[in-house]
């Protein structure tokens, strides 16, 4: 099972938004609704941010939303903040009851 | 609150053997799986292997499939995982992370624990 493909930086303003697209195939993001997304500071573990596609856990700011279509899925920062300056990675469920996740995103605030 | 502590990595040489734990807390942990996940210095994440709540199911990616072994004990809250075989490629932190039923999602995460397998 290869890595989703997500692009390597993607960058904006304070107040800004940016989009973070991840990539798989008909056999994982494309079959299921379940893509995840995850935050990672430097040093820090993992946090999740976005679940079953667009579902946000309790905590989470509104100001981050997630979207499918077909074999890509798609993570929103809206109005971004100097704190969501971190590494960012995609997961989808796939055949064989594995999880793959995609190749990591890092955002710049500027 | 949820709480995962990995412990037992360290330097070991290739082909040695290491056993990792993750110790929980503040869940029922009877009633959820773990997940293994690890990530190499400066990489990303790569999935490693699932067990679920009572043990039955266990599954593993193919790079680690024959040479780890996923294991816990409800009795002691912690899950394990053998790792037997170890190549430099398997040099990353470890990070142990609970299961969000019927929704293929990690909720939480543990601090991760270093593995690095010298050769």
């Known amino acids: 099972q290869s890595a989703l493909t997500q692009p390597p930086s993607a960058s904006g303003s304070p107040g800004q938004s940016v989009t973070i697209s991840c990539t798989g195939t008909s056999s994982d993001v494309g079959a299921y609704d379940y893509v995840s997304w995850y935050q990672q500071h430097p040093g820090k573990a993992p946090k999740l941010i976005i679940y079953?596609?667009?579902k946000r856990p309790s905590g989470v700011p509104g100001r981050f939303s997630g979207s499918k279509s077909g074999n890509t899925a798609s993570l929103t920062v809206s109005g971004l903040q100097a704190e969501d300056e971190a590494d960012y990675y995609c997961s989808s469920y796939a055949p064989r009851n594995i999880f793959v996740f995609g190749t990591g995103t890092k955002v710049a605030v500027l | 609150q949820v709480q995962l502590v990995e412990s037992g990595g360290g330097v070991v040489q290739s082909g040695g053997s290491l056993r990792l734990s993750c110790a929980a807390s503040g869940f029922n942990f009877d009633y959820f799986g773990i997940h293994w996940v690890r990530q190499s210095p400066g990489k990303g994440l790569e999935y490693v292997s699932f067990?679920?709540?009572?043990?039955?199911?266990?599954y593993y990616v193919d790079s680690v499939r024959g040479r780890f072994t996923i294991s816990r004990d409800n009795s002691k809250n912690t899950v394990y995982l053998q790792m037997n075989s170890l190549r430099a490629e398997d040099t990353a932190v470890y990070y142990c992370a609970k299961d969000l039923r019927d929704s293929y999602t990690f909720d939480y995460w543990g601090q991760g624990t270093l593995v690095t397998v010298s050769s």
């Open positions: 067990i679920r709540q009572d043990g039955s199911d266990k």
């Open positions: 079953e596609v667009n």
